[in-house]
């Protein structure tokens, strides 16, 4: 690699995944299936329904949040279950900004956001408390 430092994976503190969906329709439903089948399988933080776009994201949708130890099972669990949703996975690091316009994956079709509203120095964002109890396995 050249020029600038090679960045450690220790600086994530966590994940988030974003599940988009048009609000009031069928892709609505099937993207809150989505959110309760994630729920039955993975320790995460489950965010809030948002049927408006809300801060970057310029379509409804709610987010996951979820330790690192858990991307290499919920990464895959969501590019086999999206189902075709526009998926956003980034990582959450001291910036917010590059997090979601250049460290990001995406799963489905890309969606613009709002880049300018998030900072370029912040605090690493902890995956929070997990508020699921899975009973079935991945
Ligand atoms: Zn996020």
Redesign the pocket.
Known sequence: MSGGAVRRVAEIASY???IYFEPGGEERDRALALRETIGERFAVRLGTVWDRPV???SRAMY?V?FEPALFGTLVPFLMLNAGGLSV?I?P?TRN?RR??LEDRLWLGTPLDLKGEVLAEENEA?LAGEVNTAPTAEP
């Open positions: 988030h995944a974003h801060g970057p994201h987010q949040a956003l980034h959450n917010m997090d979601h964002e």
